[in-house]
């Protein structure tokens, strides 16, 4: 379960196109998640390089890469980076990527555009590539609140409403899910099996707002960060 509080904003430090959006969501706008990062000292650098160091000569792909900054923190040399704009070693789509790809992972991580429908088909394609044992990370599974959920982007930092796809993994079978809750919210995927038949639910989340976050989110396994090292650490 996620605390959250009321916090009055001030609509003078929204975006123009957010004024209406404000009213419109009425008391949601003033309730945040009460959750500082920077005062949480692990990023999602720390549970992916653990990952990796399961692995001897681990297979590491990143979809999402932008400036590198998590790309050149894994301690992995076969390393692909997948980005349409800037970053890792292949400009192209995620989309692209897949659809040409034959090689296999031992883990990946997932932070391309932040929108329920191209991460859920980035996560699905990414399990359908992923080892057996292997690992699935993605990233800004905790908006604090209605702005940094929001779709289309209106500042920084920006979640999207990619914590949709949660709801879907909590309830696919055949692998384990847990979110931790550290920079941002960091989603933690381990495929236990071959076969996994992602659990679709696109129709009943798919219009899905931050109020609705609020609602569902204690039907999810939060963690703390301790323990999801724990976790990873003694995993086969």
Request: charged share 30%.
């Amino acid at each position: 379960m996620l605390k959250k509080h009321y916090k009055k904003f001030k609509k003078e430090s929204f975006p123009s196109s957010c004024v209406f959006k404000a009213e419109l969501e009425d008391k949601f706008c003033d309730i945040v998640i009460d959750i500082d990062w920077y005062k949480i000292f692990y990023t999602r650098m720390a549970f992916i390089s653990l990952a990796t160091n399961k692995f001897s000569n681990c297979k590491y792909l990143e979809i999402g890469v932008a400036n590198n900054f998590t790309y050149n923190s894994i301690p992995v040399i076969d390393k692909t980076g997948v980005d349409p704009i800037k970053g890792g070693n292949l400009r192209m789509t995620s989309d692209n990527f897949f659809k040409n790809n034959k090689k296999m992972f031992d883990v990946i991580f997932v932070d391309g555009l932040h929108t329920f429908e191209q991460c859920r088909k980035d996560i699905i394609n990414s399990i359908n590539f992923l080892n057996i044992g292997g690992y699935l990370f993605i990233h800004d599974l905790i908006p604090r609140n209605f702005m940094e959920e929001f779709v289309p982007q209106m500042g920084e930092p920006w979640c999207g409403d990619v914590w949709k796809v949660s709801h879907e993994l909590n309830k696919t079978k055949n692998l384990e899910f847990f979110i931790i809750k550290a920079n941002s919210g960091v989603g933690v995927v381990k495929k236990n099996e071959k076969n996994v038949e992602y659990f679709d639910d696109y129709i009943n989340l798919k219009n899905l707002k931050f109020k609705d976050f609020l609602n569902k989110n204690d039907e999810l396994n939060y963690i703390d960060p301790e323990e999801a090292i724990n976790i990873i650490k003694k995993n086969k």
